[in-house]
């Protein structure tokens, strides 16, 4: 699904306007079409469209036409300076006075306590109120008779379906400008609008639904902003199929760096993840005083320690990934073994923990190792390498993690509520996940998700987005039985899920 703001909206309109002679009353058309398919006209028959005098006006206008031509109940308020009505919305209003439809008009000069009275009676007697305010042109602050109705239907409020934005929120940065509709459903246009992204707008936007108007895809494709949020139907085309003529070499072997005294854990967690992915090899390096705990728990992996120099050098040489980092210490060590293995090795590496903490400062070294680094930090990692705030970087994770990737050339993973995976360029939004997942372990699984997936050859990007979708697609899955959903537990349904999707790729 593709991300959008106010000005992807204005820009595509212009381009299929002008360039493709699309005539706006027909996106417009379309879009009333296929909001309506989401106004539950099976359960309910009574309908108040509060309108405003711009194009998203104009939505609710031939909403209130389309609902009444299937014999429905529908009472429309207007609010706004008639001189302001665009054409399109001009075009729906004299329709519906023609079809001797009544329309309320709120003028934001005139005198409405009477109008606003019936329209909390009005709400009262009905079923939906359909909110077609202000869409993406609102940039400031709402004042006024528009606030009075706002105010109006979030108290009087039975079901609020919102069009394309509940009114009262900036659709480009999800600020709420004074107030803002409290909408039970958002029905939103070709765009999942950025500013749904932000927390804080969780709960003025309901269930969202993206619906077409109509556009061409190849002019959305050329005009998109690149930001999107990842499908199960991405995921299913682009992770590796196994078929009867694969065997091990054709599954990557994979390096992981992990694991200390007392932090044992992290490293057969990410090694167990690498092998449960997929991986045809996975070999853990650790420090030698836990290897043989990690040898008796990895059985299908292999194990090497720091003081096999050729070993671990000829592993770097010939892995097709490598992971580091997970529960190796914050120290001075980590840093010189991170610094080795960027030195030594030419492919992929997916960096996450003490990996992370020990680049604190010192993140001039990936510069030399451009497009091949990937990082997984949580926010306060995340803060710590960019010396910005934990609450700045929530405020702003989508630009500070594009931001930080661009400068330094590598995919970073910012994790938390909505994973966000970007090289600086493209940007994904992981939709998957639950708070059930939030313990100990399940970086450290996601590192060798994602270790285990580029080590198999998918495209590096790509298998970083997959790796943390089927990651939260499990713990959805585990979460609807138990209430708190641990690595392991991940691991253990890695081969099926995987094998679910496999098998739909192959009908
Ligand atoms: N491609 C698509 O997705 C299509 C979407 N459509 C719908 O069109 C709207 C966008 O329509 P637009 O006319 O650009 O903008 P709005 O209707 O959201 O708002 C503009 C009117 O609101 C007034 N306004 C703005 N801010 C305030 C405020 N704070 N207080 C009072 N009034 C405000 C503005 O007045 P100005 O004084 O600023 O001129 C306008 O009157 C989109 O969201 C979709 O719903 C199309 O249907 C088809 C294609
Ligand atoms: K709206």
Known sequence: MRIGTSMSTKRLDEVCVNEYKIPLIVMMENAILSAIKHLDMDLYDKYIVVSGVGNNGGDGLGIARQLKARGKDVKVFVVGSMEKITPCSKTNLDILKAMNISCRTLDIKGENINILEELKTSIKNSDVLVDCIFG?????????????IINIINTNKNLVYSIDVPSGINATTGEILGVCIKADKTISFEFYKRGFLKYETKEYIGDVVVEHVGIPEHIIKKYDDNEYITSIDFVKGNIKSKNKFSFKNNFGKVTIFAGSKGFSGAAFIASEAAIKSGSGLVTLVCDEDIQDIISSKVSE?????????????????????????????????????LEY????????????????????NNINILKKCENRIIITPHLGEMSRLTGKSISYIKENRLDVAKEFAKENNIIVLLKGYETIITDGNILYINPTGNSAMANGGMG??????ITSFIGQGLEIFNAVVCAAYIHGYIGDILSKKLYTVNATQIINEIPSIMNEFDIEINL
């Open 341 to 360: 293995v960027l030195n030594k090795s030419n492919c992929p590496m997916i960096i996450d923990a003490d990996g992370l903490n020990v680049l604190k």
């Open 136 to 148: 993406t042109g609102l940039e400031r602050e709402v004042k006024g008779v528009f606030k009075d």
């Open 301 to 337: 992996g292999m194990t090497a320690n720091y003081k096999e120099e050729n070993r671990i050098n000829k592993l770097i040489e010939t892995s097709s990934a490598i992971g580091f980092g997970c529960g190796m210490g914050d120290n001075k060590l980590t840093l010189e073994r």
């Open 444 to 449: 450290d699984c996601l590192l060798g998700m």
